[in-house]
């Protein structure tokens, strides 16, 4: 009983303390004015785009001053964007555009009126050296400040005093374990088509049911397009390069002239030796991880042609998972199926898992 009575005390001593840290915590941010500003990644934006496929941008874009002085003597490692003092932090969203390699921060406030007079008054100021550029664009109900970067980053944020301080940060910094998932195809590059089925739509079903699996890990994940958008072959391999990714995984669905030609197969680098866990060893757990939970046919491994120039020109291991046939009339049916998307996600995320618990080096 005397045991028990002094381990409820250490418990109530250590509520207490836990408490009154946090309260201290909240109070030092209150008193400070200090918020966090929301932000949203590049794969949950939501792009218009016009008929013609291309981005929609406005005809008229409004330049921002970087001043890279040390303003009123200002000796600081955060990027500085003034707010008019109507602006609410509620009212500010940052968006990580990252396939683009650019920032955007949009202000959506009650009144328009004199927002944009503010910013073709006002620059921005601070630590520059990771921004390229910036302008910014006016909407009915938002304007958006646009800033071109010079790789890709994470952030850090805050809002004080009317200010959004921006501290970029390499990826690898913020995470520990990264990969680029790569659904291929997009646009006018629709890859196999029959029946009106396009590769281009399956092959980003499968990478969106793979964001609902991965995102309750630890892993962060870049995804080359998460719309009907065809970033270059370049681009892509840039990701992952940029992101200094663990692996880069490319979606694609196969065809064949014969219409018996059905299974899995993946297809990976063999030019760019990586000692230990390297492409060939992430094509065989693909395969196998696929196959097994699709429960369909492993063709095997397959060296990389001429043509596919993303498994060739990337430096990470990498490998692209054929799903199956859209020219055979089976998986042209299976490859509808919400189902069976799934399961080729499920396995897909196995491989991922596998690959860091057993292989990849930490």
């Avoid at 109530?12 to 966090?36: D, E, H, P, Q, R």
């Avoid at 981005?55 to 409004?62: L, P, R, T, V």
């Avoid at 109507?86 to 968006?95: A, F, G, K």
């Avoid at 757990?285 to 043509?307: D, H, M, P, Y």
Wanted: proline fraction near 2%; charged fraction near 25%.
């Amino acid at each position: 009983m005397l045991q028990q009575n002094r381990l409820m005390r250490r418990m109530a001593v250590y509520c207490f303390v836990f408490v009154a840290t946090a309260m201290g915590v909240m109070l030092y941010y209150s008193a400070n004015k200090i918020i966090v500003v929301a932000d949203v990644a590049q794969d949950e934006v939501v792009h218009a785009v016009q008929d013609n496929g291309e981005s929609k941008a406005a005809e008229d874009k409004n330049s921002i001053t970087l001043d890279s002085s040390n303003r009123a003597g200002l000796n600081t490692n955060y990027f500085c964007i003034p707010m008019p003092e109507s602006v609410r932090v509620e009212e500010v969203t940052i968006e990580n555009h990252y396939m683009d390699r650019e920032l955007w921060v949009s202000i959506e406030p009650k009144e328009m009126d004199g927002l944009a007079e503010f910013y073709e008054e006002n620059g921005v100021y601070g630590n520059c050296k990771n921004v390229l550029g910036g302008h910014f664009d006016v909407e009915k109900n938002r304007l958006c400040l646009q800033f071109k970067l010079t790789d890709v980053y994470e952030y850090h944020s805050i809002f004080e005093d009317n200010t959004l301080y921006v501290e970029f940060v390499a990826p690898k910094e913020v995470y520990d374990k990264i990969i680029v998932i790569d659904p291929a195809y997009g646009m006018e590059e629709t890859g196999v088509t029959v029946d009106g089925i396009k590769a281009k739509d399956i092959t980003l079903k499968i990478a969106k049911a793979l964001k609902e699996k991965l995102d309750g890990t630890d892993v962060k994940v870049y995804y080359t397009r998460m719309d009907d958008s065809n970033p270059s072959a370049e681009s892509r391999v840039k990701l992952a390069a940029a992101t200094k990714a663990d692996m880069l995984i490319r979606i694609e669905v196969g065809s064949a002239q014969s219409s018996k030609q059905y299974g899995t197969e993946t297809v990976y680098n063999s030019r760019f030796f990586i000692p230990g866990f390297g492409s060939v060893e992430l094509a065989d757990l693909l395969e196998r991880e696929v196959v097994t939970s699709i429960s369909g046919k492993a063709n095997g491994l397959l060296e990389a042609s001429e043509q596919d120039t993303v498994i060739n020109d990337a430096t990470v291991p990498v490998a692209a998972v054929k799903v199956g046939y859209l020219t055979n009339a089976q998986e042209f049916i299976l490859l509808q199926r919400d189902d069976y998307i799934q399961r080729i996600a499920e396995g897909i995320y196995q491989a991922v898992v596998k690959a860091y618990d057993a292989k990849m080096p930490q």
